[in-house]
């Protein structure tokens, strides 16, 4: 029989109220024993008649059992479905139960388990229910004391939420500490972490004089990576206060670094459990972008102890009520730290290759769910990333001030609640005035919206229009779509100056600068300039102001004109973008019809004018120099045929390094003589961006410039310049890069997660037999396919971003992710789940992988004890269309 799903239309209130909780931690070897005290309250609000306490439970052995002090008898509850079910209770009740579990075995990291010897807990969104019998639900919030009893020579350190109470030692060498949360909270919020960890502690002071004690705790040898996790929490903690007044509201921050963990981090009360590879970081082992990430990950789940703990969701259905909005929050907060430029198009393109691939995947949803299996398979790009795209659409559309008053309407109403998509979207409404019903789409509808634009210019009155018409595609349960709101920032250039030109719509007594932003309401729409001299060229969807995709009928001219003139860096970008997908899908014609394939010349001037651009960023110049990616090229190209796809672009970016390779070099070579003493200064990090950037195009020219690479690597004093060589020869000759590869081994043998980008580089190398050196790394002593950071790092890597590897023509690559899922099945499926959509979209391939991925899924479902995570994902997959 099939896993039920759960709709959100079935949401009913709670028939019981936890008012507080009691939980005492006795953590053994094997046996964990967890004891509960909970005051529980009938929901007079939903039904003033009894009704049945269920509480959920998993994998958890019930010791015993007391209501008011009394042991219930067997015929007085039942132990049923993973639920615990008493027939009987009184209006007000006092509930004791005693569990037991067994953290060693727990290899799925839900609940209490054991990574690198260190207790730690997941609770989200159901991982509670794993420890003790609780009303695991995110619309119950309680207050928790916590305490967690253990050996003190092995466990010296005992954490839990809230702030520290009470602490002793026993007789018998073991000891305890007793934490207090004072904030109601709901149960996927606890936390528990204990161990033998190193301390780092610094102290932060809010803005109303407010001493709050940070501490973060790391295995002993990791003590010294932590300093740029510090700094950047130092500067998440004083962001929020400046531009969202919010102030943080315990006595201690705290966060610990575990080595097993299925996502990047958890927010839990003033404890934040954290993937180590988003802690740790120092410049001999980390590069720039993981200093990044960090930044990005630390500032985020920072950023919910509002937007998640104080305000939470009422169900899961709302979860990107907390995410979408804390992504926007922590990208915002990148933007100040960094260049809001190339933070944006590095937002966009993670987007497009990850949720545009899910809008159109069989798993494609709203970012405000109506259904769900499990519901660990919605903690995707939809909810995530486009979640934060609603939110930036509502900031674009309101404004700053506007979106600030809203926010803090939110948290005057809700503060303490658990509530939904809607109330946010009442209080942005209510706080500035702006109708947001028709905006509310964007919570229900699935989908990527798409703009087709055209335009007319009348020479005699100086008139332009533009006609914007906006469509949807159907989607899986969707295949009628109501009109978006979308706001569409635009801009207008003299083709003549390369000038911005005065915006002023029909009817308007004055302009309204030189960019503006357009609400597109209806299916079709025509928007008419005035006092417009000449035919310009337009500047469309300016910053992304909106999650579309845009077809407007630029000639590769006009695209080559807007990358040398357009002022708005995302347009910019998106230009030359265009440009290169325009002439890779030329090639790609000619090579399915057995042409000579030449290069577009627009392109080698577009490239031509951005080398002789001065005073530009660097970081933005490299991203213009960067051709589109095989995976996002697949978007755009459908149906996709990896072969062709790859020779075409190989072809475009070895000819550019070919024809610019004397500038490319010179290039290389000036920013090579500034390396100095490493700094995660701006401009460094830009310097090292565009000096891999030409390294990668060099190395397209055989061994010509080979030792370049060697050289950056052998005399690399930071892991980007080390880890960029070691690509660039990875990708050009496995063979001959194996030296480097057993150097790199051999020097990071012992850092688990250096060892993680070595398994990776190997996995993305786009050579068609990669797949025999996968299967040899599986084998590896540094792999263990319990880790999930392994299992990203090898399996994940080569399924997600290596297409010519991957897609091979005999489907071996397509058996190989087979097998890892099959057997992650049984030991975490939330990471088997996660595999499994390399396999989703097969419909958009040609023939034969349409078949060969099918046949895959096929033998996928028809495993004998297919988890819930695992056959939700197949059966949509499978499902006709």
């Not at 009360?269 to 972008?289: Q, R």
Request: aromatic share 10%; glycine share 4%; hydrophobic share 35%.
């Amino acid at each position: 029989m099939p896993p039920l799903k759960k709709l959100r239309k079935d949401y009913q209130l709670p028939d019981y109220l936890v008012d507080s909780v009691k939980l005492h931690f006795d953590l053994g070897d094997q046996t964990t024993v967890v004891s509960s005290k909970i005051e529980v309250s009938r929901n007079l609000s939903k039904n003033h008649q009894p009704q049945p306490l269920v509480l959920d439970g998993e994998q958890i052995e019930l010791l015993s059992l007391q209501l008011d002090g009394r042991e219930l008898g067997n015929e007085e509850y039942q132990v049923k479905d993973e639920q615990l079910i008493i027939h009987t209770v009184p209006e007000r009740f006092s509930l004791q139960i005693k569990t037991r579990l067994d953290p060693s075995k727990n290899t799925d990291f839900t609940g209490l388990y054991l990574s690198s010897g260190t207790y730690c807990t997941q609770c989200e969104p159901h991982g509670f229910r794993r420890m003790t019998y609780f009303v695991d639900r995110p619309d119950v919030m309680t207050v928790f004391t916590t305490t967690v009893l253990a050996d003190k020579k092995r466990y010296p350190v005992l954490l839990s939420n809230g702030n520290p109470q009470e602490r002793g030692d026993l007789n018998d060498g073991r000891h305890w500490v007793t934490w207090h949360d004072p904030f109601k909270k709901p149960s996927y919020l606890f936390a528990l972490v204990a161990g033998d960890l190193a301390q780092i502690a610094d102290r932060y002071t809010t803005g109303s004089g407010h001493q709050v004690a940070l501490e973060i705790y790391v295995e002993h040898e990791n003590r010294e990576k932590c300093d740029h996790a510090m700094r950047s929490l130092k500067n998440a903690m004083a962001w929020d206060e400046k531009v969202f007044g919010l102030e943080y509201d315990l006595d201690i921050y705290m966060i610990v670094a575990v080595n097993d963990f299925n996502m990047g981090a958890m927010e839990n009360k003033g404890l934040n459990v954290f993937n180590s590879k988003f802690v740790l970081a120092k410049p001999e082992t980390a590069t720039d972008t993981d200093f990044n990430r960090i930044e990005g990950v630390i500032a985020h789940e920072y950023f919910h102890n509002w937007t998640g703990n104080r305000v939470t969701c009422r169900d899961w259905f709302q979860l990107s009520l907390k995410e979408g909005l804390t992504v926007f929050r922590d990208q915002e907060f990148s933007s100040d730290m960094g260049s809001r430029a190339v933070t944006r198009i590095n937002e966009v393109k993670n987007l497009r290759i990850r949720q545009f691939s899910e809008d159109s995947s069989p798993m494609a949803h709203p970012i405000r769910p109506d259904s769900y299996i499990e519901m660990n398979n919605f903690y995707t790009a939809t909810v995530y990333n486009k979640g934060a795209e609603v939110i930036r659409m509502m900031h674009t559309l309101l404004g700053a001030d506007n979106f600030r008053k809203g926010m803090d309407l939110y948290f005057q109403r809700h503060d303490g609640q658990a509530v939904t998509c809607d109330d946010f979207v009442s209080a942005m409404q209510d706080a500035s005035g702006y109708d947001l019903e028709q905006f509310k789409f964007w919570y229900s509808q699935a989908g990527t919206p798409e703009l087709q634009v055209s335009s007319e210019y009348d020479s005699e009155k100086q008139h332009f229009k533009l006609f914007v018409e906006q469509s949807c595609p159907s989607t899986p349960e969707q295949a009628v779509k109501q009109p978006f709101l979308i706001p569409f920032n635009i801009g207008l250039i003299n083709p003549a100056s390369g000038k911005e030109l005065d915006l002023q719509l029909v009817g308007e007594n004055n302009s309204s600068g030189t960019s503006r932003v357009l609400s597109i309401t209806q299916p079709k729409e025509c928007f008419e300039f005035v006092n417009i001299p000449e035919k310009p060229m337009p500047s469309l969807l300016r910053s992304f102001s909106a999650p579309v995709k845009l077809d407007y009928p630029y000639t590769n001219d006009e695209l080559g004109f807007l990358v040398a003139h357009d002022p708005d860096s995302f347009a910019c970008w998106e230009a030359s973008q265009c440009l290169s997908i325009n002439i890779i899908k030329q090639l790609i014609t000619d090579a399915q019809a057995g042409k000579d394939l030449h290069i577009d010349e627009v392109l080698m001037a577009a490239y031509n004018k951005l080398l002789k651009l001065e005073n530009i960023d660097k970081a933005l110049l490299a991203q213009l120099l960067e051709l589109p990616s095989e995976t996002y090229i697949a978007e755009c190209i459908q149906p996709i045929e990896v072969n062709v796809i790859h020779q075409a672009r190989d072809f475009l970016q070895t000819k550019l390094a070919s024809r610019l390779e004397n500038k490319f070099l010179e290039n290389y070579q000036s920013l090579a003589k500034e390396r100095g003493e490493y700094r995660l200064s701006r401009e460094d990090i830009a310097t090292r961006l565009l000096k891999s950037g030409y390294l990668k195009y060099l190395l397209k020219l055989g061994n010509n410039h080979r030792l370049l690479a060697i050289k950056q690597y052998n005399t690399a004093n930071n892991m980007t310049d080390q880890l960029a060589a070691l690509n660039v020869l990875v990708d050009n000759g496995l063979e001959q890069a194996m030296s480097q590869l057993e150097h790199f081994y051999q020097q990071w043998q012992h850092d688990p997660l250096v060892i993680d980008k070595w398994f990776g580089i190997q996995a993305i190398a786009p050579h068609k037999d990669i797949l025999y050196r996968v299967q040899a790394l599986v084998k590896h002593e540094a792999f263990n396919i319990k880790n999930p950071n392994k299992v990203y790092a090898l399996i994940g890597s080569f399924s997600v971003n290596n297409p010519i590897g991957f897609h091979r023509y005999d489907g071996a690559g397509y058996q190989f992710l087979g097998d890892i899922v099959l057997e992650l099945n049984s030991i975490n499926p939330m990471i088997a789940a996660r595999l499994v959509r390399g396999l989703i979209n097969w419909r958009k391939f040609v023939q034969p992988h349409q078949d060969l991925m099918k046949d895959q899924l096929e033998r996928i479902a028809n495993h004998g004890k297919l988890c819930k995570d695992v056959y939700e994902i197949v059966s949509k997959s499978l499902k006709a269309d």
